[in-house]
């Protein structure tokens, strides 16, 4: 007899027994629901990327979370840590596709991070993105998706943080840092939720930024009011940076759009600390948090239109947004948002009296199979008692009773899982009847 093996998963990785596929799939049905209503249209990519279309793309930090290993050809491959850089070497490989290409993708990646609430080594992403449209249109777009997913899952407060890489940029430079030390900055900066004020302090000062551009920048953003106020504020200070001044530029015209699609000013917040680490950002920048739980972002994105250009020679205006199913799982269940009885796609249980009657109830079975109702004819070998129990513990509504009095008189019973009610009707108006229960709130 061979050893047995101890049955185990890799840590940071799941399996997802049904009922929790059944909540997966309702939020990324939704997710999908969404993305297509505006326009988007469905990619997938392969798992595993040549290293060198994945390295040099993220930054430092994130290319050490990327897995990368040798194939037996002594190919240097990786497994892919996010969709974006895919999608930018599928735009660079298929120059036909037609712009602007306004895609969505719903697949899984994978960070040699450490495990923890809401974090996993694998997970999936549902990105959507809009390549070549330089527009802040294209911005406008893409957080009025987030606002309308959001509000579709019923969430009922979340704060869509919005900045700009190039207002970043500018105050780099008026602070007297120097470009050249942006990302040092921004790497920093992005790290505020986690060590607060005085460890980004702290963190710039170890990064060799001089002690008085530390302050400048501290100063710049730190200044307070309302979205309007805080760009009036800091488009002063950056009135002798040009790249700073467009960046206020974009985001006045942003948020503008964004009044246009009617997004509540309390969803939206002008956040000079957001900074999003990874480096391939260059324009506006976005992410969404909620107040409870405190798990982090949910949603992340932002404009990269220099990154395209690295795998083509020739850039290409792009901006999207991952939303995190992950995170916004763990948030739905903490808090009870989902349906109460989201446990099972199973509309009906066709029971099975006895051998007799078998061929009755596959019949009753292929019927509502054919009228579109989701039905699981019992093929065990338990009683009818049994097989009621197993409708319970599955969260199956409905459950058919077709014993040999009800194929004697062409009739069946209908118990309803969830009021204990049973009747008795004619099988000619079963699936009038089901449709009608199912129909029900």
């Keep these: 007899m061979a050893k047995k093996i101890q049955p185990r998963i890799y840590k940071g990785t799941r399996d997802f027994l049904p009922e929790q596929m059944v909540k997966r799939n309702y939020v990324i049905g939704i997710i999908k629901d969404v993305f297509e209503r505006y326009g988007f249209e469905p990619l997938e990519t ?19 979370l990327t897995y990368r290993f040798t194939d037996r050809g002594n190919r240097e491959v990786g497994l892919r840590y996010d969709l974006t850089v895919p999608l930018s ?44 449209s330089a527009s802040m249109l294209a911005d406008a777009e893409i957080i ?13 407060q979340f ?74 504020k800091t488009a002063q200070y950056l009135k002798n ?22 997004i509540p000013q309390s969803c939206l917040q002008f956040d000079l600390y957001l900074s999003r680490g990874l480096d391939y950002y260059t324009g506006p920048i976005y992410e969404t948090v909620v ?64 051998d007799a009657t078998l061929p009755y109830s596959i019949e009753i079975a292929r019927e509502l199979r054919a009228a579109g109702i989701r039905t699981d004819l019992y093929t065990g070998k338990s009683k009818l008692r049994g097989q009621f129990g197993l409708a319970n513990d599955k969260g199956i509504p409905f459950v058919i009773v077709a014993g040999p009095d009800e194929q004697r008189n062409h009739r069946v019973q209908v118990k309803n899982m969830a009021t204990g009610e049973q009747r008795s009707l004619p099988r000619s108006e079963l699936v009038a009847r089901l449709r009608h229960l199912l129909a029900q709130p």
């Design 46 to 64: 392969p798992t595993i990327e040549l290293w060198e279309t994945l390295s040099g793309k993220y930054g430092e930090e994130a290319d050490r």
């Design 144 to 156: 009025a998706i987030i606002f309308e997913i959001l509000n579709a899952l019923s969430f009922p």
């Design 241 to 262: 940076s040009s790249v700073g001044r467009q960046g206020i530029q974009e985001m006045q015209e942003l948020f503008r759009y964004l009044e246009w699609y009617r």
């Design 89 to 132: 070497r599928v735009v660079a490989m298929y120059p036909q596709l037609p712009k602007p290409f306004k895609r969505y993708q719903i697949q899984p990646v994978w960070r040699a991070d450490k495990p923890q609430k809401g974090r996993f080594r694998e997970f999936y992403q549902c990105d959507v993105d809009i390549v070549g």
């Design 291 to 354: 107040r409870k739980p405190r798990i982090g972002s949910i949603t992340g994105g932002g404009r990269y239109d220099n990154l395209i250009g690295l795998f083509s020679g020739q850039d290409f205006p792009a901006t999207g947004t991952t939303i995190g199913l992950e995170r916004i799982i763990t948030v739905m269940e903490e808090l009870t948002m989902f349906p109460p009885h989201l446990r099972t796609p199973v509309q009906v249980l066709v029971t099975v009296f006895d």
């Design 159 to 232: 704060i869509i943080r919005i900045n700009h890489r190039k207002i970043l940029s500018g105050i780099t430079e008026v602070s007297g840092a120097g470009l050249d030390n942006e990302l040092q900055i921004c790497r920093a900066i992005d790290k505020m939720d986690k060590i607060g004020l005085e460890g980004v302090k702290q963190e710039l000062l170890q990064r060799a930024i001089p002690a008085p551009a530390v302050d400048h920048i501290l100063e710049m953003l730190s200044v307070d009011g309302d979205h309007k106020d805080r760009l009036e």
